[in-house]
């Protein structure tokens, strides 16, 4: 899929999704229910949509960001920093009398979750009439990417636009729990990116090893999805098209954070297929922003640049 142009110099990507503060808590030592542990607490800017736009802006793509916060200190945080790095915000909901969205996540010694809480009630405000009412967004993009933070309803009129537009739709499943509203528009989605509980929920397999993650793949492919990328944290990524599958392993880092690597995989994997990349190398791109984004406490490595994904990329 070469980049697409659609009457500017740069591509535009439209992003759909959830914005949100994320509260993080790191343990020093080992954590025990009923107690507390010494730690950590740092917040930083994040949702899985904001994230993948973060991550597109710092690579040099158009990202639009279609989502909702509210009237409030986090609300123009959030958009303040979506701003400096490039985020095109403008129609973004400003919502008074709503709290903007939040994540709460309590991380072991570590850096992996052990126990995570979500607030997006806001998310409600993404409504069929709001999308419709940026239908030239649409138009304008040469790919289309939401989180399944978006309501069921908006998500049919967002397939339906890009249909009408002939825009590819990618999606991030965001959790188990919210993946089950990906199900019905499978045979629709250009490509979705499910780690392996996500990838469960989709596919109906059963993931225990390398395999059966490419069969999980193979299975979503089976049910019309044209990419389906299988995330295995340090295990890798597995993945499969109508034309091929495969496996490309982790890079070995150190690892400092986990929240917000599948959000710089996604990415890095919209940019490489925009930029005409094969599927392997397009996944390895998205490996490799993923590495840059555990080495760093924030959400989106602010040192995520083509440069430094060059640098330690490997095809």
Not at 50 to 76: C, K, Q, T
Not at 220 to 238: D, N, Q, Y
Not at 262 to 270: E, H, K, P, S, Y
């Amino acid at each position: 899929m070469a980049m697409a142009d659609r009457g500017g110099g740069q591509p535009t990507v439209l992003v759909i999704g959830a914005a949100n503060l994320d509260i993080k808590g790191r343990a020093a030592q080992a954590l025990m229910p009923g107690t507390s542990a010494p730690g950590e607490i740092r917040n930083s800017v994040g949702g899985v949509a904001r994230n993948v736009a973060e991550n597109l802006a710092r690579l040099g793509v158009h990202a639009v960001l279609l989502s909702a916060v509210g009237d409030d200190s986090p609300g123009r945080r959030l958009l303040s920093q979506a701003e400096e790095c490039g985020i095109d915000v403008s129609q973004v909901l400003v919502l008074a009398g709503q709290r903007t969205a939040a994540y709460l996540t309590v991380l072991d010694e570590a850096g992996k979750p052990f126990v995570s809480v979500d607030d997006t009630k806001i998310m409600e405000a993404i409504t069929p009439a709001y999308i419709y009412a940026n239908r030239r967004y649409f138009r304008e993009a040469a790919m289309v990417v939401l989180d399944a933070n978006v309501p069921p309803k908006a998500m049919e009129t967002i397939f339906k636009l890009a249909e009408r537009y002939g825009v590819p739709v990618c999606a991030d499943p965001t959790s188990a729990l919210l993946a089950e509203r990906l199900r019905p528009f499978l045979p629709r989605l250009y490509m979705v990116t499910p780690n392996v509980p996500e990838a469960e929920v989709l596919s109906g397999a059963h993931i225990t090893h390398r395999e059966s993650a490419i069969r999980a793949a193979r299975k979503l492919v089976s049910k019309g999805v044209r990419i389906a990328i299988v995330t295995r944290a340090e295990r890798g990524v597995c993945y499969a098209s109508t034309e091929a599958s495969g496996h490309v392993p982790a890079l070995q880092t150190d690892i400092v954070d986990l929240t917000g690597a599948g959000d710089a995989l996604t990415a890095g994997v919209v940019f490489g297929l925009l930029n005409d990349f094969s599927l392997d190398e397009a996944v390895r791109l998205g490996v490799s922003a993923a590495a840059l984004t555990l080495r760093s406490r924030e959400t989106v490595s602010p040192e995520l640049s083509l440069e430094r994904l060059y640098d330690q990329l490997v095809i």
